[in-house]
């Protein structure tokens, strides 16, 4: 993308009803990926499948996200904006149609992946244009407005789909959130406008096979593992061929004049120190997001309902601090939010690893609250930091690189999370007098999402320390 041409677009750009379309569509976007984690536990009964298939809703998803937010720096140069926003509700419309009409596990998988398709175009292309159309000293704030929704749809997302699931089927969920993507859809369709230069650069087939079995490797090798353990040969195939993959897929962009994403964006320090910020806070936020409506429905055996109200107040709390965290960092840089806020998801991720059946409501709601304040203070400031350091042409390649790592974090650390805590819970049950007593089975469950938090501890500390090197970034 050429400068001269976006400063030649500039006067006649809009801002805020671009804004607002993204927003729309983000906001509702994000709603129905984590609106689905509260119905987990019916969708095993209903389908009649196990826990580590059910988690497939979720890996899928994001498996789909990591082979296609690779390729959307090359989809950013060949379309238009306008085109691909349209794009992107066009597939999360049918996904989510078909999911609201799906008779069984398969169909219901088969929309996740289309809804991922949406998103996967939808996040990259919302990075890019914020990146273009604001100046490098407003970017904080809009970052921070797009954290507000961004995770406020998250937050409100098990609270909702909780009462639904209370008085309605699972797949009301999808129902609700169709007329939000049709509404996004016309909203765009009205006021988005083009914003980048289609320089329509060569299309390297070689690269998007090697990213795609790169990524997708790493990302379905971690997916299976809870149902086949460490030592399974097809387990080991996928990470072994994903990581040679990714090796030879970075040696090939390298050796290229125009390569599909430049690697060169490792270059500046603050993008790469963003980067493994933003892939530690993300592992964090996916593997919480799927212990603690467990640990809150089976462990303290909480309604779908009651659970999501424990993890509003951190999910909204989370949200109206993000445009605040946003204005702090346009004013006085990252390193004031990032350390501190590594320094209390490090506190609340240690006292998690304490929860017992005992443990009282009140205190999860405020363990939860302060864990997501703690990450409000480090996911946007770190990514936008980051992102500043880039020079223009790099925006797409640093937005995709960006968004697939956080994918690609979400599912390992999911995956993570789910087989430390399916080990434990094997082991405690092992050792129990009664392996049937409800109370043994809610103990054990405890037990296991313990354990599981450690594990999020030890990435908390591993930020700190990455925190501590973290300037404010100066575009170049």
Known sequence: MSTDATQQQSPSIRTTPILISFLIAGFIGLFSETALNMALGDLIQEFTISPSTVQWLTTGYLLTLGILVPVSGLLIQWFSTRQLFIASMVFSIIGTLIAAIAPGFGILMLARVIQAIGTGLLL?????????????????????????????????????????IEHLKWNYIFWVSLPFFVIALLFGLKYMQNVSSITKPKIDVPSIILSTIGFGGIVYGFSIVGDQGWRDVIVLSSLIVGLIA??????????????????????????????????????????????????????????????????????????????????IFDKFGPRGLVIPGFIIMIA??????????????????????????????????????????????????????????????????????????????????ANAKDPFDPSAISGSLTAGVQDAFIFGFVLAIAGLIISFFIKTAREK
């Open 124 to 164: 990259p292309l919302m990075f890019n244009t914020i990146l273009v159309i604001f100046p490098i000293h407003k970017r904080g704030a809009t970052m921070g407005l797009m954290g507000l929704v961004i995770m406020f749809a998250p937050a409100i997302g098990p609270t909702v789909s909780g009462l639904i």
């Open 246 to 327: 990714l090796f030879l897929f970075a040696v090939r962009q390298f050796n290229m004049d125009k390569p599909m994403i430049d690697l060169r964006v490792f270059k500046y320090p603050m993008f790469t120190l963003g980067l493994l910020t933003v892939f530690i806070t993300f592992m964090i936020i996916m593997s919480s997001m799927i212990l603690l409506p467990l640990y809150l429905q089976t462990g303290l055996t909480l309604a779908a309902f009651s659970a999501g109200l424990v993890l509003l107040p951190g999910g909204v709390l989370n949200g109206i601090m993000s445009p605040i965290t946003g204005r």
């Open 348 to 429: 609340m991720l240690w006292f998690l690893t304490n929860v017992t059946t005992e443990t009282s409501i009140i205190m999860v709601i405020a363990m939860h609250t302060f864990l997501m304040i703690g990450v409000s203070m480090v996911m946007m400031p770190a990514q936008t930091n980051g992102l500043n350091q880039l020079p223009k042409n790099l925006y797409p390649d640093g937005t995709a690189l960006m968004n697939t790592l956080q994918q690609v974090s979400g599912a390992i650390g999911t995956t993570v999370a789910i087989t430390i805590m399916s080990a434990s819970q094997k082991n405690y049950i």
